[in-house]
């Protein structure tokens, strides 16, 4: 999954402190509240834009260098070391503009990998602590899918209105292929808004009725987030339909149970708000968090650290 070289946070907020009653997309802002910086959400401050840019200049000047050495006619020249290229930058700032144009997509490559790198170095010290921090969250209930004695627990916290929760579906669900039988998903609903609370209202009946055909809506409703979100009611029978699910029974349950249901989809946003999560989607692997839509390779880390545990 490629990411921008100047990354927003991956998540769909909820701002205030009374409650998540607000759900603002990242690079706005609404109610005076300001998004969180990616050394919130990532949980290492990263390196500066600018010390990238002067290491990779650096790196692809050495290249530049040495390779010009390398075919010198005279046997006895040695490549420049790291002092000289550091003095000829300095005594010749317009090398950087050069090499910095001639480069260009060599240099965002380095500065990508440098920034996953990080990143990822970042999430492992992360990850170790969260080990030793037990999180207890509710999952009776809730819509899962795997065995129930997999080796690893993978439980989300999201909404079908989230942007960055459609993304982050599609990346659950390439992970649930890569390992076959080894991991148990459970979905919690943390809502913001009463359209993710319908949302989240007809996936756990859907689940009631038929699981298998409830995880159908559920990659329908993500598949189809914008025009859910324009014509909700409508949509929802239609996809309930397309899923093979009854829909006329489904509003029937809904209801006739809705303080039920409402009192999952509460506990569910009073576990993430116990926990410190503060947006979706949110993931915990085990006991390890992984915050917002993150590449499946980050997944893929927690996973493999969690089955050797």
Not at 51 to 75: E, H, I, K, N, T
Not at 218 to 225: G, K, N, S, T, V
Request: aromatic letters at 8%.
């Amino acid at each position: 999954m490629a990411l921008a070289l100047l990354p927003r946070p991956p998540f769909c907020f909820m701002f205030g402190s009374s409650g998540p009653a607000e759900r603002v997309l990242p690079g706005r802002r609404g109610s005076g509240h300001r998004p969180c910086s990616p050394a919130e959400y990532q949980g290492d401050v990263p390196m500066s834009l600018r010390q990238w840019l002067f290491g990779a200049a650096l790196a692809v000047l050495g290249m530049s260098f040495s390779v010009a050495a390398a075919s010198a006619d005279v046997a006895s020249a040695a490549a420049p070391d790291a002092a000289a290229i550091r003095q000829a930058l300095k005594d010749h700032p317009e090398i950087v503009l050069d090499v910095l144009r001639d480069n260009s997509e060599t240099l965002l490559d380095i500065v990508q990998q440098g920034a996953d790198q990080r990143r990822r170095q970042a999430l492992l010290r992360q990850w170790q602590d969260d080990s030793r921090n037990v999180k207890q969250v509710a999952l009776d209930g809730r819509p899962s899918r795997g065995p129930a004695d997999a080796p690893v627990t993978l439980v989300a916290f999201s909404d079908f209105t989230c942007a960055y929760c459609q993304q982050a579906a599609f990346t659950v669900e390439t992970l649930l292929k890569r390992y076959p039988g080894k991991i148990r998903y459970v979905y919690k609903e943390s809502v913001g808004t009463e359209l993710g609370r319908l949302g989240a209202r007809w996936f756990l009946a859907a689940s009631r009725q038929d699981p298998a055909k409830a995880w159908r809506l559920y990659a329908l409703l993500f598949d189809a987030q914008q025009r859910f979100m324009a014509d909700p009611q409508t949509v929802l029978t239609e996809l309930a339909a397309m899923a093979g699910l009854d829909a006329k029974a489904i509003e029937a349950d809904l209801k006739a149970n809705a303080k039920s249901y409402d009192e999952i989809i509460d506990a569910d946003v009073a576990d993430a708000k116990r926990l410190g999560f503060s947006g979706t989607p949110y993931f915990l692997v085990d006991n390890m968090v992984i915050r917002g839509a993150l590449p499946l390779e980050n997944f893929i880390d927690a996973v493999e650290l969690a089955l050797k545990q």
